[in-house]
């Protein structure tokens, strides 16, 4: 069975960096697109970034884009995510996830129930 296991969470002050990996056990990673959410106290579970299969297209919520970027090291079954210029806004619980079937099209990329398998989230918590 696939596993997901998130690192590189921690405590950094505003304007800061972090880079959070996913490692995915299984010989099929690269067959599969992969996401990261985050979710703070008392709200809902929201998409933060997503990449394809492939890893030539990515995708970001507004509130990240141009802060934060995905990427993967197929031949190292992770994926990753750098967080730049750290906002309090940031802080979350953060979880990696793997796309719903093989080689899926890009559609609907930001829906939680477009994955199937999840890490169980590494905090990030930003001081202001």
């Known amino acids: 069975q696939v596993q997901l296991v998130e690192s590189g969470g921690g405590l950094v002050q505003a304007g800061g960096s972090l880079r959070l990996s996913c490692a995915a056990s299984g010989r099929t990673f690269s067959s599969y697109g992969m996401g990261w959410f985050r979710q703070a106290p008392e709200k809902e579970r929201e998409f933060v970034a997503a990449?394809?299969?492939?890893?030539?297209?990515?995708y970001y919520a507004d509130s990240v884009k141009g802060r934060f970027i995905i990427s993967r090291n197929n031949a190292k079954n992770t994926v990753f995510l750098q967080m730049n210029s750290l906002k309090s806004e940031d802080t979350a619980v953060y979880y990696c996830?793997?796309?719903?079937?093989?080689?899926?099209?890009?559609?609907?990329?930001?829906?939680?129930?477009?994955?199937?398998?999840w890490g169980r989230g590494t905090q990030v918590t930003v001081s202001s």
């Open positions: 996830a793997r796309r719903l079937g093989t080689y899926s099209s890009d559609s609907y990329y930001y829906r939680v129930g477009e994955y199937d398998v």
């Open positions: 990449i394809s299969w492939s890893g030539s297209n990515t």
